[in-house]
């Protein structure tokens, strides 16, 4: 009876480790990662995929020296074993000047598309994946292996696999977090989603939280927004007064940063009714036959510069 108890539990200990494999797994390093990295350094240098970038400072940039730094932090080692400060020396190599006013943060990944869209990808104002650092392997999994060629194309732990912030790709967008916190100079913005699970701010295991809130430069800050957004289609959830947002608040206010918070900006919604202009919410930009997509745009670009003007000195 012992040895068949043993069994049972030696069975459901692989079973267990199976399934927590396939849970937390997901496709591994491109076998071209080398090519994709350096090809996608080249083209920004040109300007062409961030138009606000310095082309001038990005001319510096040596592309395969800046590999070379990136890889060492994780190729040949165990997918969980980098930290964040392993690639600080690549981040500061990689570093480039974020123009003063430009700086998106976003907690949430159901806010990330929204973000993205506002910040028209880097055309308007800067995300992180659209910084030098962030865009040269935004949208892949890599991690290292022991064995072979140091490098796993088979599988990687999937986000937080290896626990918060570390393993091969959390700890890169760890430190290129820091960074970017750390380079934002005057107004900043941070963007939730009000019907977020858990609540729209959430201190715990949030890169936003942890790793960007936490090294802002009060002296360089000169107004944090806070946008609390509910998407066209989508019933409002939390607002400027809820709790999460309060600890928000309280946060900024220890650090010595002024704040404004707002619900629904309309340079974001007419933003978001670019996509859903036949919504009811959205009625005001088709009421009469001649209301067309340009007729939007251009209601955006209004939204836009009203908001500004009458936050500029809040």
Not at 274 to 291: N, R, V, W
Request: glycine fraction near 8%.
């Amino acid at each position: 009876m012992a040895d068949l108890n043993s069994i049972r539990v030696f069975l459901v200990a692989v079973i267990s480790l199976f399934l927590i494999d396939k849970v937390t797994s997901v496709p591994g390093t491109p076998r071209a990662i080398r090519e994709i990295f350096i090809g996608r350094c080249e083209d920004y240098k040109t300007g062409a995929i961030n138009k606000l970038a310095d082309t001038a400072e990005l001319s510096s940039k040596n592309c395969t020296e800046l590999w070379e730094l990136f890889s060492k932090a994780w190729v040949g080692r165990h997918a969980c074993d980098p930290v964040a400060s392993d690639y600080k020396e690549f981040v500061d190599a990689a570093a480039i000047t974020i123009p003063k006013d430009s700086v998106n943060f976003w907690d949430g990944w159901d806010i990330y598309d929204t973000v993205r869209a506002y910040s028209r990808e880097g055309q308007r104002s800067w995300t992180l994946d659209y910084t030098f650092i962030g865009y040269l392997i935004n949208g892949y999994y890599f991690c290292g292996s022991e064995t072979g060629d140091g490098i796993n194309y088979d599988e990687c732990p999937d986000d937080g696999g290896c626990g918060f912030g570390t393993g091969a790709a959390d700890a890169f967008w760890a430190q290129a977090s820091i960074h970017f916190s750390t380079a934002a100079t005057g107004r900043g913005r941070v963007f939730f989603n009000s019907s977020r699970p858990g609540g729209a701010f959430q201190d715990e295991e949030s890169f936003f939280a942890q790793y960007e809130l936490a090294n802002l430069t009060p002296e360089k800050i000169s107004r944090m927004d806070i946008y609390v957004l509910s998407d066209v289609k989508q019933t409002p959830g939390e607002d400027c007064e809820s709790e999460s947002i309060q600890k928000l608040k309280t946060a900024l206010k220890d650090k010595s940063i002024d704040y404004i918070c707002l619900d629904n900006p309309s340079e974001v919604f007419h933003q978001l009714c670019i996509d859903y202009d036949d919504h009811e919410d959205c009625a005001f930009l088709s009421d009469g036959s001649t209301i067309t997509k340009p007729a939007i745009l251009f209601s955006t670009v209004v939204a836009m510069v009203t908001t500004r003007l009458m936050t500029q000195d809040s």
